[in-house]
């Protein structure tokens, strides 16, 4: 099927032209295509195809060093925690503390030795390990709720393990605006 190029109109087979054009006898205005009205160019120093994010600011040396203390602390915590639930789990395992039995049974064994594997990785700097060390010690503690004894204690540390979390967090930012920032100008130098 053709398309007359004034109107746009369909054509009729055997035809010169359009049924429009021919009635209006071609005043009909020329068929103009539809165009976007064009872009407003971007802001100073901003541009569409590279954008990047924005810079995260580096913190002061002091609260690096606090932050690092707090990890290790975090750290220490959970490889003295791991260990004393694997001592515990083992002894009401094998029958020294009966007593126990209810809270600390044969499973206080996989959890201490799961604290000790996230002990590692927190000690690395995975913030993925020390989220879940959090949360299992958070269910531990729902477990203790549960059982009838009254844990608060436990909600104390969980909430200094909070604490330790945004620590490693402020770690993680720091790193990233390390990688962020150009070399200085004496590493750029050729020898």
């Given amino acids: 099927m053709a398309v007359c190029k004034k109107c746009g109109c369909a054509i009729p087979l055997g035809s010169k032209s359009c049924d429009m054009c021919a009635a209006v006898g071609a005043v ?6 539809q165009t976007s009205p064009p872009l407003n160019p971007p802001p100073p120093g901003w541009s569409y195809a590279t954008a990047q994010p924005a810079p995260i600011r580096a913190a002061a040396p002091a609260h690096i060093q606090k932050a690092e203390k707090e990890v290790k602390a975090a750290w220490h915590w959970l490889a003295i925690v791991g260990a004393m639930y694997i001592v515990l789990g083992g002894l009401t395992t094998f029958g020294y503390m009966d007593d126990l039995s209810g809270l600390f049974g044969g499973w206080a064994l996989a959890i201490g030795a ?3 594997v996230l002990a590692y990785f927190v000690r690395r700097g995975s913030i993925l390990a020390l989220v879940i060390a ?4 958070a269910l531990y503690t729902i477990a203790f709720f549960a059982a009838g004894s009254f844990a ?3 909600i104390l540390v969980l909430a200094w393990l909070l604490r330790k979390l945004y620590a490693m967090y402020t770690l993680g930012q720091h790193r990233r605006a ?4 150009p070399p200085a100008a004496d590493q750029t130098r050729v020898a």
């Fill in 28 to 33: 009909a205005p020329a068929y103009q295509p």
């Fill in 114 to 116: 799961t604290f000790l």
């Fill in 134 to 137: 959090v949360a299992v010690y």
């Fill in 152 to 154: 608060i204690m436990r």
């Fill in 178 to 181: 390390q990688t962020q920032q």
